[in-house]
């Protein structure tokens, strides 16, 4: 790996970061806080939240093993892909690599920040080969993006090719986990001592149920996180977002229940789908959905809008033609669901 110095850009490894009241103080216990310029009334809502998190942090720590101080909280796993550009990527000049198809934030926020995105297809199977990933890399490429599960596919990159980029690649290799809960394969979480240019992206808003609350996670050396955390807004996470995330944490079990379930329905629709007509393949799937490729997407499609079940119809992605991407519902949803396309008239 190149140095963090090398990889950062110029304006933001010499950058002061603003210094909120809260960063300040933050010693030994006080009962009169007139440093904010808060609101004294209105509790409980007046004050400014922590902008570290740390209490959630503790909790979050423990749920998934990874020290505190290697965890940056963002407003969406979004908030954490927009910093990874302003960070590493100096627009017009840097540029990042990234497999197809995948989750399209990573090419909207290269958009946005100016950044070049050179994209690699996938094979027939959606993997990747390290070596033609690294072959599409030039002293200019800062990151790479991978997503595993990835979505829109569904399945698991092969874990051997993915240590290969990790070690061979010299600059930042982002790895997506957002259904890492619903995978048989194993998060990386273990390996971010062994990668030090590892960042691993996670979200409460998949397996935790929590999409409204809107948090996201990254997780990766010391050395990074305090690089995330001097660039992002001060208060980034609101309390309610705080508070709701800790509550959701402290019942891992319930939320593991139900994603045994959801794993249970996946294979539930999947063994319907295949008698279906109208399907015509089902692709490997490690998350909580699967991408079906249909006779006529468009026109299942709009026949279930019509029954007012909205899928996703990923047609127009590279490799999906003609694929409709299922999320899995309740047991009532996924059953109408089926009833609807039992219905289908080809
Ligand atoms: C849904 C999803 C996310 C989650 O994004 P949030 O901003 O945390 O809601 C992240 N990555 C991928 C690939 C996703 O499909």
Redesign the pocket.
């Known amino acids: 790996m190149k140095s963090l110095e090398q990889l950062v850009r110029k304006n933001i490894w010499s950058l002061s970061p603003y210094s909120s009241a809260r960063d300040e103080y933050s010693g030994k216990e006080a009962h009169v806080f007139l440093d904010a310029n808060e609101n004294p009334y209105n509790q409980p809502f007046n004050r400014y939240p922590d902008p570290l998190q740390r209490d959630l942090k503790k909790v979050l720590s423990k749920v998934k093993g990874v020290p505190e101080d290697m965890i940056f909280l963002g407003n969406?796993?979004?908030e954490a892909i927009d910093l990874t550009y302003r960070i590493f990527c100096e627009p017009k000049k840097d540029n990042v690599v990234s497999i197809s198809p995948t989750?399209g934030m990573y090419e909207v926020c290269a958009d946005i920040n100016d950044i070049e995105y050179h994209k690699v297809l996938l094979d027939d199977n959606f993997q990747f080969q390290a070596s033609s990933l690294l072959a599409a890399c030039d002293e200019n490429t800062k990151v790479i993006w991978l997503?595993s599960p990835n979505?829109p596919t569904g399945n698991s990159l092969n874990r051997d090719e993915i240590v290969k980029v990790l070690s061979l690649f010299e600059g930042i290799v982002v790895v997506?986990e957002?259904?890492i809960d619903f995978a048989m394969q194993q998060s990386l979480r273990k390996e971010l001592t062994r990668f030090p240019n590892l960042i691993i992206?996670q979200?409460m808003?998949?397996a935790w149920g929590s999409?409204a609350i809107?948090l996201?996670m990254a997780f990766a050396s010391h050395d990074i996180i305090n690089i995330y955390n001097k660039v992002k807004y001060p208060y980034n996470v609101n309390l309610l977002t705080q508070q709701q995330a800790a509550k959701a944490l402290a019942d891992p079990y319930e939320t593991d229940k139900r994603v045994k379930i959801l794993i249970q329905e996946r294979e539930r629709l999947i063994v319907s789908f295949r008698e279906l007509p109208v399907c015509e393949h089902i692709y490997p799937t490690d998350a909580n959905f699967f991408l079906a490729r249909m006779t006529d997407a468009q026109s299942v499609y709009d026949y279930l809008v019509d029954k007012g079940i909205i899928v996703r119809n990923r047609s127009n992605v590279q490799l999906c033609h003609n694929c409709l991407r299922i999320t899995i519902g309740t047991k009532t949803e996924n059953s109408e669901l089926l009833s609807a396309l039992r219905q289908y008239a080809v």
């Open positions: 969406g796993s979004d989750y997503c979505n997506d957002a259904y992206l979200t808003s998949k999409a809107r996201g």
